[in-house]
């Protein structure tokens, strides 16, 4: 993904949480969909780290943001972002990271570091293209995909 920093690199993080945000009210503007507040703070708090959360996390920041502790608001925020691709939901750590490209249709690949549960995620085009023809040489038709990889990010290789 062109232009898009690699979330185990050390970036300049500030434009991650506001390009995101901007990202999301375009795409939603598009669809006559909202950002409401609870959506875009639930949005904010995914992009404020490269780590997936799970819903409980996210439920706490939302309520130290002063959102209540209401778990049905909170489940319905995460579900409408990843509904809209704004976020996905990544299995293997039943947690939620936000999307860095959503403006491409496209199925997640995601890079797990099982050190400090950083989350990249990483072009996922040349792997879906792999795997399909896989499954078509297998007579096999692919709906749906959630390749997850689990390893060690830079900082903790060199820690290990
Ligand atoms: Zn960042
Ligand atoms: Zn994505
Ligand atoms: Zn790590």
């Known amino acids: 993904m062109p232009n898009q920093p690699n979330a185990f690199d050390t970036h300049d993080h500030s434009h991650c949480t506001t390009d995101g945000l901007a990202r999301a009210e375009g795409i939603l503007a598009l669809r006559k969909q909202r950002l409401t507040p609870v959506r875009r703070q639930t949005l ?67 890079l797990i570091c099982r050190g400090c549960n950083a989350l990249a995620e990483t072009a996922a ?18 709906e749906r995909t959630s390749i997850e990889a689990l390893g060690l990010c830079p900082k903790c290789k060199v820690a290990a």
Not at 88 to 97: C, G, P, S, T
Not at 125 to 142: I, Q
């Open 44 to 110: 904010q708090i995914l992009l404020a780290e490269h780590r997936a959360l799970g819903a409980y996390e996210v439920l706490d920041k939302l309520a130290e943001a002063g959102f209540g502790k209401q778990p049905p608001v909170a489940y319905r925020a995460l579900e409408f972002l990843v509904e809209h691709g704004l976020a996905h939901k990544v299995r293997r750590l039943n947690a939620f990271a936000a999307c860095m490209h959503p403006e491409t249709d496209h199925a997640p690949v995601f």
């Open 125 to 142: 085009e040349p792997v879906r293209a792999a795997l399909d023809a896989a499954a078509h040489a297998a007579g096999f038709t692919v």
